[in-house]
């Protein structure tokens, strides 16, 4: 089904390939975004799911969510900064990057596609070299210069809001965010359907782990196991502590090198409320220093 359906998109897209990786690429991100980031905006805005909020988890069904989101000016400033990423500069960075993927071996033919178990092993190959990739990028953007100069426009958000997942300096969302998630797939020369759909996946990962929610298996594969990114509100706590806790989809290198030991501590403690996180009057979010 799924060699049909690819087969009669490559026979009715009427440009040229490119311009298919291009538009294909553009599409699945903001797809995956919008979806995802709509939906838990959704649930702030109607009470759904408010028990599995992570600042609202000791809080009771009454609280207030209010407390507990960025300052509406912010929120605007994401939203605009996505538009303009996502709908203009991001089509022309895929246009420009497609021969690097050509040269790589990307192949887009019927015959070229993958088998189930073959793309589940890529994918997971995906995924692994990404956390690599994307942990020591991120515990770098920590050291003094580069938080002050670069990633502090990312941690602006103390508390995580979907917005916050591509609001970052244009240095961080290239050099972090962008190689880690095409690493993979260029070192593999993998099919463009992988390529897709890896996007898809690592965007919607990304977005649930700035939703503010901790999803619980069924509904979010990442809390399927205590392992994978998200699960007990790993990367909440890092925005709002400003520590620790570097690792994407997996805790793997923050385990080996201890670097979510504030982490591990203020779970011991019953994973008290972060009730340093309040909104002040005129705070955009902004920490002052790294930690």
């Given at each position: 089904?799924?060699?049909?359906?690819?087969?009669?998109?490559?026979?009715?897209?009427?440009?040229?390939?490119?311009?298919?990786?291009?538009?294909?690429?553009?599409?699945?991100?903001?797809?995956?975004?919008?979806?995802?980031?709509?939906?838990?905006?959704?649930?702030?805005?109607?009470?759904?799911?408010?028990?599995?909020?992570?600042?609202?988890?000791?809080?009771?069904?009454?609280?207030?969510?209010?407390?507990?989101?960025?300052?509406?000016?912010?929120?605007?400033?994401?939203?605009?900064?996505?538009?303009?990423?996502?709908?203009?500069?991001?089509?022309?960075?895929?246009?420009?990057?497609?021969?690097?993927?050509?040269?790589?071996?990307?192949?887009?033919?019927?015959?070229?596609?993958?088998?189930?178990?073959?793309?589940?092993?890529?994918?997971?190959?995906?995924?692994?070299?990404?956390?690599?990739?994307?942990?020591?990028?991120?515990?770098?953007?920590?050291?003094?210069?580069?938080?002050?100069?670069?990633?502090?426009?990312?941690?602006?958000?103390?508390?995580?809001?979907?917005?916050a997942s591509e609001f970052a300096h244009p240095a961080e969302d290239l050099l972090?965010?962008?190689?880690?998630?095409?690493?993979?797939?260029?070192?593999?020369?993998?099919?463009?359907?992988?390529?897709?759909?890896?996007?898809?996946?690592?965007?919607?990962?990304?977005?649930?782990?700035?939703?503010?929610?901790?999803?619980?298996?069924?509904?979010?594969?990442?809390?399927?196991?205590?392992?994978?990114?998200?699960?007990?509100?790993?990367?909440?706590?890092?925005?709002?502590?400003?520590?620790?806790?570097?690792?994407?989809?997996?805790?793997?290198?923050?385990?080996?090198?201890?670097?979510?030991?504030?982490?591990?501590?203020?779970?011991?403690?019953?994973?008290?409320?972060?009730?340093?996180?309040?909104?002040?009057?005129?705070?955009?979010?902004?920490?002052?220093?790294?930690?």
């Open positions: 089904m799924i060699a049909t359906a690819w087969q009669q998109m490559l026979a009715a897209w009427p440009y040229s390939e490119r311009a298919l990786y291009t538009a294909g690429t553009t599409l699945t991100l903001e797809l995956s975004f919008l979806f995802w980031g709509c939906l838990y905006e959704a649930c702030d805005r109607f009470g759904w799911c408010r028990s599995w909020r992570v600042h609202e988890s000791n809080s009771g069904p009454g609280a207030d969510v209010s407390r507990s989101r960025p300052p509406p000016a912010l929120l605007r400033e994401a939203a605009i900064d996505h538009a303009v990423n996502g709908l203009l500069l991001r089509p022309v960075f895929v246009w420009m990057v497609y021969p690097l993927f050509r040269w790589a071996g990307m192949a887009t033919s019927v015959a070229a596609l993958p088998s189930a178990a073959s793309a589940l092993a890529q994918l997971l190959a995906f995924m692994v070299i990404d956390d690599a990739w994307f942990y020591w990028a991120h515990r770098l953007l920590h050291t003094p210069w580069l938080y002050r100069h670069v990633h502090k426009r990312h941690h602006r958000f103390r508390f995580t809001h979907p917005l972090s965010n962008t190689v880690a998630t095409v690493l993979g797939p260029l070192l593999l020369g993998s099919h463009m359907a992988l390529v897709w759909l890896y996007g898809y996946i690592k965007l919607s990962q990304t977005v649930e782990a700035h939703s503010g929610y901790v999803v619980p298996f069924p509904f979010s594969v990442w809390s399927l196991r205590a392992a994978l990114g998200g699960e007990q509100g790993r990367h909440e706590f890092h925005h709002s502590r400003n520590v620790g806790n570097f690792g994407g989809f997996f805790d793997w290198w923050d385990r080996a090198m201890g670097t979510d030991a504030a982490y591990e501590a203020w779970r011991a403690a019953g994973s008290p409320p972060l009730k340093e996180l309040r909104p002040r009057a005129g705070d955009d979010g902004a920490k002052k220093k790294a930690e």
